[in-house]
């Protein structure tokens, strides 16, 4: 009888013990990253402030362990539908490969360029079921979650428990020795049946009053393993063409030329330039790195004009109107000049955004960086002209 008097005893507290919203998360989350491999279907809509067109995607996502590999810790297989066609792209540990089915065209690049940052750019690494794991994992709650709200609600029909939090991490955030950078809100439900994960929203901010509005619903999650074939090179259709991922101009190459208009009516020639050193550098609305690269790009040309150094900024793409819109809201103030269907991303290789060349006084190419790294970048200058 007392026996039964203490087991009941006991039950009664275990029942009134209300899990704290951490432990809720954990309780949610934290199995995600147990499982081996895993498959499922994304839809993902990318808004961003700064451009008026949205991007959405929807496909396939797969992510197996791999304990032995040391760069990404992870194989997977995308498969992505995105005007204008379907694009797949894989790593099985060795070597990671980009697919544009409709062209028949293969990438490979070296996995070995993440070592340094591990930090993965795809899209369906960000926005994944794989991140919402590493986030309600222990290392994550201790360093990078703050201000974590849990609501009930209804998504999709489906009762859901809703997790709200801000992280300064990556999307993708199971290295954490990377500098955080910027602040981030985010939104995970899960199913409250399951515990499956529906939903996942995620808002980047950038230099005020810019951010990306991340948006994904993930549905039909299965625990399976894809075989090896399918997550190496062999399988690359023996008709497709290889190509390079990122191109550029060769140091030490003359410069092609342009003759594009600003937005204000006026036009700049490139080789009118001769006789001063000039950067380059080419980008697009829809880019964050071009915007986080507005700030130093206005502080090179102040600090070396003097020098004899032009800052030009060259947006591919949208309309006038709007690279206006754009070159007013961040305060460009070197000059910004617009280029469409015109021959000058082929002329300049264009493969990624930012692009950037310094040029030298006889037009020359003496530096070429693709994408935004302002140290590298500052040290270059401080090589040519003096800090």
């Given at each position: 009888?007392?026996?039964?008097?203490?087991?009941?005893?006991?039950?009664?507290?275990?029942?009134?013990?209300?899990?704290?919203?951490?432990?809720?998360?954990?309780?949610?989350?934290?199995?995600?990253?147990?499982?081996?491999?895993?498959?499922?279907?994304?839809?993902?809509?990318?808004?961003?402030?700064?451009?008026?067109?949205?991007?959405?995607?929807?496909?396939?996502?797969?992510?197996?362990?791999?304990?032995?590999?040391?760069?990404?810790?992870?194989?997977?297989?995308?498969?992505?539908?995105?005007d204008p066609g379907q694009y797949i792209s894989f790593y099985g540990g060795d070597q990671l490969i980009s697919m544009i089915l409709h062209d028949s065209v293969a990438y490979l690049k070296d996995p070995r360029k993440y070592e340094d940052h591990k930090v993965v750019s795809h899209p369906y690494y960000h926005e994944s079921i794989l991140s919402i794991g590493k986030w309600a994992s222990h290392d994550s709650l201790d360093h990078m979650i703050s201000d974590l709200e849990v609501t009930?609600?209804?998504?999709?029909?489906?009762?859901?428990?809703?997790?709200?939090?801000?992280?300064?991490?990556?999307?993708?955030?199971?290295?954490?020795?990377?500098?955080?950078?910027?602040?981030?809100?985010?939104?995970?439900?899960?199913?409250?049946?399951?515990?499956?994960?529906?939903?996942?929203?995620?808002?980047?901010?950038?230099?005020?009053?810019?951010?990306?509005?991340?948006?994904?619903?993930?549905?039909?999650?299965?625990?399976?393993?894809?075989?090896?074939?399918?997550?190496?090179?062999?399988?690359?259709?023996?008709?497709?063409?290889?190509?390079?991922?990122?191109?550029?101009?060769?140091?030490?190459?003359?410069?092609?030329?342009?003759?594009?208009?600003?937005?204000?009516?006026?036009?700049?020639?490139?080789?009118?330039?001769?006789?001063?050193?000039?950067?380059?550098?080419?980008?697009?609305?829809?880019?964050?790195?071009?915007?986080?690269?507005?700030?130093?790009?206005?502080?090179?040309?102040?600090?070396?004009?003097?020098?004899?150094?032009?800052?030009?900024?060259?947006?591919?793409?949208?309309?006038?109107?709007?690279?206006?819109?754009?070159?007013?809201?961040?305060?460009?103030?070197?000059?910004?000049?617009?280029?469409?269907?015109?021959?000058?991303?082929?002329?300049?290789?264009?493969?990624?955004?930012?692009?950037?060349?310094?040029?030298?006084?006889?037009?020359?190419?003496?530096?070429?960086?693709?994408?935004?790294?302002?140290?590298?970048?500052?040290?270059?200058?401080?090589?040519?002209?003096?800090?």
């Amino acid at each position: 009888m007392k026996y039964l008097l203490l087991l009941s005893f006991l039950t009664l507290i275990l029942s009134c013990h209300k899990k704290t919203d951490i432990e809720l998360f954990i309780d949610y989350g934290a199995p995600l990253e147990e499982m081996e491999a895993f498959e499922y279907q994304i839809n993902l809509v990318t808004k961003r402030s700064y451009s008026d067109k949205p991007t959405h995607r929807k496909g396939v996502v797969y992510f197996e362990k791999n304990i032995e590999d040391t760069i990404l810790g992870y194989n997977h297989y995308f498969y992505t539908e995105l005007d204008p066609g379907q694009y797949i792209s894989f790593y099985g540990g060795d070597q990671l490969i980009s697919m544009i089915l409709h062209d028949s065209v293969a990438y490979l690049k070296d996995p070995r360029k993440y070592e340094d940052h591990k930090v993965v750019s795809h899209p369906y690494y960000h926005e994944s079921i794989l991140s919402i794991g590493k986030w309600a994992s222990h290392d994550s709650l201790d360093h990078m979650i703050s201000d974590l709200e849990v609501t009930d609600t209804i998504i999709s029909s489906m009762k859901c428990k809703l997790f709200r939090f801000q992280t300064t991490g990556l999307f993708y955030n199971w290295y954490w020795e990377r500098k955080p950078r910027n602040k981030y809100d985010v939104e995970i439900a899960f199913s409250i049946r399951n515990k499956t994960p529906l939903y996942l929203r995620s808002k980047i901010y950038y230099r005020d009053p810019d951010y990306s509005l991340h948006t994904a619903r993930f549905s039909n999650v299965i625990e399976k393993r894809y075989p090896v074939e399918k997550l190496s090179i062999e399988s690359v259709p023996e008709y497709y063409s290889w190509g390079l991922r990122q191109t550029k101009l060769a140091l030490n190459t003359k410069s092609p030329n342009f003759k594009l208009p600003d937005t204000n009516g006026d036009s700049l020639e490139l080789s009118s330039l001769i006789g001063k050193y000039v950067i380059v550098q080419f980008g697009w609305i829809g880019c964050g790195p071009c915007v986080k690269s507005i700030p130093m790009l206005n502080q090179i040309e102040e600090k070396y004009t003097s020098n004899g150094l032009k800052v030009i900024g060259v947006n591919l793409g949208g309309s006038l109107e709007k690279v206006k819109e754009y070159q007013e809201r961040h305060n460009i103030s070197y000059s910004f000049l617009w280029s469409k269907n015109d021959g000058t991303t082929e002329d300049f290789k264009i493969s990624a955004a930012p692009s950037l060349y310094l040029i030298d006084k006889e037009g020359i190419i003496k530096y070429v960086q693709l994408g935004y790294d302002e140290e590298k970048l500052m040290t270059k200058l401080e090589d040519l002209f003096g800090s």
